[in-house]
C-alpha cells in the first residue's frame, strides 16, 4: 500500500507558477502507476495528468496541455506537478492518486481507476 500526501498548494496570481507536490509511504513506490486530478468547487474531480511507472510516458488533460508537467522520482517516493501559466481556472483542490499497476507502461486516467488517494491541497489564482 502506498499513501499519498500532496503539498505546495497555495495562492498565486494568473500567469504565475506553482509545484505541487505528492510523497507517498510505502516502499514500493515504483510499483504505482500515479495521477493528478482536481476538484473545483461545485464540480466533479476531473482528471488533470498522470504518468507510468517507469517515468517514460505521460498524458495530460486538453485544459492544462502545455502549461503543466507531471514527473517523479521513485528514489524519493514523489510525485511532481509543475503548474505554469496558471489561469483563474485552475482553482481547485489538486488530489494525487495511485494504482498499483504490474505492466510497467499503463497510464490511468479516470478517477475509478485508482485505488489510493490523498487529502488534496488548495490552489487559488486570483486574476
Known amino acids: 500500500q502506498v499513501q499519498p500526501v500532496e503539498s505546495g498548494g497555495g495562492l498565486v496570481q494568473a500567469g504565475g507558477s506553482l509545484r505541487l507536490s505528492c510523497a507517498a509511504s510505502?516502499?514500493?513506490?515504483?510499483?504505482?502507476?500515479m495521477g493528478w486530478f482536481r476538484q473545483a468547487p461545485g464540480k466533479g474531480r476531473e482528471f488533470v495528468a498522470a504518468i507510468n511507472r517507469r517515468a517514460d510516458s505521460t498524458t495530460y488533460a486538453d485544459s492544462v496541455k502545455g502549461r503543466f508537467t507531471i514527473s517523479r522520482d521513485n528514489a524519493k517516493n514523489t510525485v511532481y506537478l509543475q503548474m505554469n501559466s496558471l489561469k483563474p481556472e485552475d482553482t481547485a483542490v489538486y488530489y494525487c492518486?495511485?494504482?498499483?499497476?504490474?505492466?510497467?507502461?499503463?497510464?490511468?486516467?479516470?478517477?475509478?481507476?485508482?485505488?489510493?488517494w490523498g487529502q488534496g491541497t488548495g490552489v487559488t489564482v486570483s486574476s
Open positions: 510505502g516502499r514500493t513506490f515504483s510499483s504505482y502507476a
Open positions: 492518486a495511485a494504482r498499483l499497476d504490474l505492466s510497467w507502461s499503463r497510464l490511468f486516467t479516470s478517477p475509478s481507476e485508482y485505488i489510493y
